[in-house]
């Protein structure tokens, strides 16, 4: 699942641009999403090269460039070097180890990633009312498969989103306010898992000097975003003062890269409230239990691959694995490599080797897990862009599905 940020609003029009016509996503604006989410058959599936290039169009040329040598320095220099290093094993034996599976251990897998990648698309029918359950799939792979390969390309993914849903009818606000409310849900999640796998390691006498460390910070973040959202979300009194303190950072941010100042938050702050009100009051309940079971899930796949290697219970018990998949979910954040590949594999094997897992086992482990967490989601994202392209049967005139009421 793709990470999401709020998407843009009145001050971010375009130059040439007039202000009715903001940016949505991905740098592109209503009118230009919607004549992507208008592409027909076999011609549809350049959109997400088009969703790529205008990514690609909005950043210099000498920003592209040094983001793409970035990304992939650091991504050889974690697998060519760190690993193999801090580690003090080599690949070869790491295969070794994968080369233990068997076909049931794979079909056990497989089906555990299904069992997984089904909750997210549930959460996903309740953050966008009117969604179907194969239409949230084709959304959720295809974003994801972008997210996946390209450096910094979540927003490519949100662009994904928004031409895709409008191509089914939905209207540019419902499918905003969808990609907030499980923005917002996703990152409580990643937050307060850390916090929760502490607590276990404490009760199991078990301490993790990392994850303490991300816990702690988690637990300031976490009461800070919970306080912020219920005083939005109470009184529009406290929804400004809210948007005033959180214009302050912003405008620092912009001052530094010497852009003008923004107005806009509190506007922001307040249309998120004035949106999500209704969502949030009739969904919260799903989107929490779907979000929660998406993250267990996807726990239990890690721990299966575990034992899948050979990794039993007493080398490291689940409360473990649990600490270090959450610690692993927080470096997905990392915005340098695609979805923090690299330094998810390094940082989660890390926790399993300080629980005393073999370093070869641990590696073998989290690769599998990843392979399945992050590499099967661009092929089949690929086929979801080819579902899309081709399902004539689920085009609507944008804005024809009805919004909740």
Do not use: C, H, M
């Given at each position: 699942m793709t990470e999401t940020e709020p998407v843009g609003g009145p001050d971010d029009a375009r130059p040439g641009n007039e202000v009715d016509e903001p940016i949505l996503a991905d740098g592109?604006?209503?009118?230009?999403?919607?004549?992507?989410a208008e592409e027909e058959g076999i011609h549809a599936l350049a959109v997400p090269e088009k969703l790529i290039e205008d990514e690609l169009r909005a950043k210099s040329k000498a920003r592209r460039l040094l983001e793409t040598?970035?990304?992939?320095?650091?991504?050889?220099?974690?697998?060519?070097?760190?690993?193999?290093?801090?580690?003090?094993?080599?690949?070869?034996?790491?295969?070794?180890?994968?080369?233990?599976?068997?076909?049931?251990?794979?079909?056990?897998?497989?089906?555990?990633?299904?069992v997984n990648i089904v909750t997210v698309w549930a959460m996903l029918t309740q953050a966008l009312p009117g969604l179907r359950m194969p239409q949230a799939a084709v959304m959720n792979l295809s974003g994801s498969a972008v997210a996946n390969a390209v450096p910094f390309g979540g927003a490519v993914g949100i662009g994904a989103t928004f031409?895709?849903?409008?191509?089914?009818?939905?209207?540019?606000?419902?499918?905003?306010?969808?990609?907030?409310?499980?923005?917002v849900w996703n990152?409580?999640?990643?937050?307060?898992?850390?916090?929760?796998?502490?607590?276990?390691?404490?009760?199991?006498?078990?301490?993790?000097?990392?994850?303490?460390?991300?816990?702690?910070?988690?637990?300031?973040i976490v009461l800070a975003a919970v306080a912020a959202f219920v005083a939005v979300m109470r009184s529009e009194e406290l929804a400004v003062r809210v948007g005033t303190i959180a214009e302050r950072p912003v405008n620092l941010g912009?001052?530094?890269?010497?852009?003008p100042p923004s107005h806009a938050v509190v506007d922001r702050v307040l249309e998120f409230r004035h949106r999500s009100r209704l969502?949030?009051?009739?969904?919260?309940?799903?989107?929490?239990?779907w979000m929660a079971l998406y993250k267990l899930t996807s726990f239990f796949l890690e721990l299966a691959c575990l034992r899948a290697v050979g990794i039993t219970a007493d080398e490291v018990p689940w409360v473990?694995?649990?600490?270090?998949?959450?610690?692993?979910?927080?470096?997905?954040?990392?915005?340098?490599?695609?979805?923090?590949?690299?330094?998810?594999?390094?940082?989660?094997?890390?926790?399993?080797?300080?629980?005393?897992?073999?370093?070869?086992?641990?590696?073998?482990?989290?690769?599998?897990?990843?392979?399945?967490?992050?590499?099967?989601?661009?092929?089949?994202?690929?086929?979801?862009?080819?579902?899309w392209a081709t399902k004539h049967s689920w085009r609507r005139p944008p804005g024809s599905v009805p919004a909740l009421t």
């Open positions: 592109l604006t209503e009118r230009e999403l919607r004549e992507l040598t970035v990304s992939l320095a650091v991504t050889i220099v974690i697998f060519a070097f760190l690993i193999p290093k801090a580690f003090n094993t080599d690949y070869g034996t790491v295969l070794a180890e994968l080369r233990k599976l068997n076909a049931v251990a794979i079909t056990v897998l497989s089906a555990l990633w299904l031409a895709q849903a409008l191509s089914w009818g939905f209207d540019t606000a419902s499918i905003t306010l969808s990609v907030l409310v499980s923005g990152v409580f999640a990643k937050l307060s898992f850390p916090i929760v796998a502490l607590l276990l390691l404490t009760i199991a006498g078990r301490s993790a000097q990392g994850l303490e460390i991300a816990s702690f910070i988690g637990v300031g912009r001052r530094v890269l010497r852009r969502l949030i009051r009739s969904r919260w309940l799903g989107l929490t239990i473990g694995v649990l600490a270090a998949y959450a610690f692993g979910e927080l470096l997905t954040a990392i915005p340098l490599t695609p979805s923090g590949v690299g330094f998810v594999e390094a940082g989660n094997a890390g926790l399993l080797t300080a629980f005393g897992v073999p370093a070869e086992s641990a590696l073998a482990a989290v690769f599998l897990f990843r392979a399945f967490d992050y590499l099967i989601e661009i092929p089949a994202g690929g086929l979801a862009w080819l579902v």
